[in-house]
DNA sequence: GATGAATGAGTATTCATTCAT
DNA sequence: AATGAATGAATACTCATTCAT
């Protein structure tokens, strides 16, 4: 099983298709390109050059694998998610409590907004622009909300409005400490274990044990 | 005292300056003109053209009273800041519960973006982008949840953080729910408080009263 | 009889106006913006708010007495050149040897880009612009070259390419020493004299003689 | 030898790229139809798209070589320089006589001005805009100078003014007499050579001789 | 497939000029 | 006469997109 600990690959769709073609190579390359220049110009700024310098590659050359920059988005947003859940979901594969789980999760997916900040950058501005995104997690944050429920850890109702919510309070957490200190990760998971409705002194304690039996 | 709800005109600018001179006018004929643009729009994609045709004046005017699109943002944003803050603080005069304060100005803030949701999307899409704006919000809110610590009833760290996780859920609601349902205020309001850390059950209490009181 | 030595009176025309009306008093204060302008930034990039700014008047004002910057350089020029003629003339009244009246003129137009460098600048500038500038200079400097040649000591042809050259020499002294020192008045005059036609050793005396003559 | 008479061309720079790629055949266009251009508005008046519509390209295509009017006027400028140069190089090879060579240049440069009008108007109007021109042209004249100086021809200070003044000179030349007549020519010389310190009657038989062997 | 030169529509910006006050 | 806000034509410049090589 690949850890999270060891995965620090700045190029995540080179590192996939090293093996392939030449054609699959060149949209990495694109791909990677559109993940440090949609992190560092954001999306609205960054032109199409800026994707084939980073790339190495001529700006015609673009337009052999995408009609423009929404379609490299979605790619990249997709491929990002995909990604991150696979993380995740590898070290979740063996945890049945809901609490544990919604902890583990928030503070795997800040792991990995420290360790490649430009990742989650580009994920998090995509989900108001790339709708299937949106779907994507929900569906997947669903599941969790819904054993938490069953095992009668929380009191909420689990609709589209809960998880927007625990989105946004991720991406605070992100956007206001973007080196994600310890203190951010506790506090961001709490946020959450209290939304959920968890009583404060019961959130703090279930934070407190779920974090340090992560590392 | 002006209540909230008699107001709902839709050029928050030209209605402070039909009597000042022309200059002003035409001013504020851009400002409004800015809120509708930004807000249908979104401030990346309007074109200095849509401010002025929309104000029925010509393009260059535009350049007698602001430098560039930003520019025009800050006076926007900072105008609307200001007279959703008059409007909230009109009405909490003499509410001296921090919690029924909390409570009344997310309601109220959620009672504008029904109203006026021209005006809440600027001003939610501008906090990232006008660094003025963010420091007065902060401001405003400290007070509120300072209060509400040294009444006991609050359990949180007060801090940037904080101010940003509510300010997110906010933004959540508005997004999620342009209509701004009864139903959606009321959660909304619960996840501050949850936030702030009440228990869930006195959380829901707290928000029936407070909320059944502002009519 | 004004002296050259006592005029450095920096506003040209403003002090002609003094005492007539209003009218004319905003019509100097134009002109001599504009000659303060066009020294500073050139006559193609001055901007009519340059001048009008300058002069303190509004940009409409400039309209009510010129049709734009061509109409006032004429004016301006015209109005330099009359002044500096009047100067020199004054000085030359007595002087009935051609060689002493050209190196006197010479010396006594450095003297004036000393003093007043922008009316200089200005007035040289506009030679190619303003046609009537260039008819007038020729008209004024043929008189003294006829009579040197009557005199005896030019020898040399005297027509609008001499004149011209002439002035070329005048323009690039100014052009290249702005603060115009002795030696450069002195190989001004020297090149005029050896152009005219006095032989190298005879130019040095005549030139030596007449500079000492002048102060 | 390439002998001036042969030379007719009216495209320098596209004649030199003709065998080259198609990114230098544009570029080509592109300064021969600056020099054009130039020559006919001037540089001030001058438009990018005049250079582009002359060039028979798109605007656009003109930032894909210059950023801006003043970076193509240095490469127009500095290439008609060392056009003119080579080939006055090319005839005053075996000539070790200063005043010959002095006089041949000049009029070689009024040669060049009758035959190729645009390239000297363009030339001399950039030697004040291009700085460095005008240290080129320094250094080269010096030379010439330098020698006549030892050959004990010349009697004036060779300085930055001296051949400041020659330019001077040069340019009155050509601006009053754009046929460049061959009294033109004569005159000029002579103007040289009596600026150079020669007596009148030597510098006037020098010219007869040193043209009547050009041609 | 890759290249990169050429394209030209789209937009910002300036500034001379007008004209109601 | 003076004002100065409004105008809009003129122009620079960018950049997504095409297409011949």
């Known amino acids: 099983m690949r850890t999270i600990l060891s995965a620090t ?6 590192e996939q298709t090293l093996d392939r073609g030449k054609r699959e190579r060149t949209r990495s390359a694109l791909l990677d390109s559109a993940i440090s220049v949609f992190a560092s110009k954001g999306f609205e ?3 199409i050059t800026d994707i084939t310098e980073h790339a190495g590659v001529a700006n015609g050359t673009f337009y052999n694998y995408y009609r423009d920059k929404q379609e490299i988005l979605n790619d990249v947003a997709i491929g990002l998610a995909v990604e991150i859940v696979r993380r995740i979901n590898d070290e979740l594969a063996d945890t049945i ?6 902890v583990t999760a928030t503070a795997r997916v800040l792991e990995v907004a420290r360790q490649e900040p430009e990742w ?6 995509s989900i108001p ?3 299937e995104l949106q779907s994507q997690v929900v569906r997947y944050l669903r599941q969790d909300l819904q054993m938490g429920l069953e095992q009668g850890y929380f009191h909420i109702e689990v609709d589209l409005l809960l998880v927007n919510q625990m989105l946004a309070l991720l991406s605070t957490a992100i956007l206001l400490d973007r080196k994600i200190s310890k203190e951010t990760t506790r506090r961001t998971c ?4 209290r939304l959920l409705g968890l009583p404060p002194v019961r959130a703090a ?3 407190e044990k779920a974090l340090s039996g992560l590392q």
Not at 9 to 14: E, G
Not at 97 to 102: F, G, K, S
Not at 120 to 125: G, K, Q
Not at 190 to 193: F, G, I, V
């Open 9 to 14: 690959s700045h190029s995540l769709f080179q």
């Open 45 to 47: 700024a960054t032109r």
């Open 97 to 102: 409590n809901a609490i544990v789980r919604v």
């Open 120 to 125: 989650i950058d580009v994920l998090l501005s």
């Open 129 to 131: 622009i790339v709708p």
């Open 190 to 193: 709490e946020a959450h274990l």
């Open 205 to 207: 304690r279930q934070v």
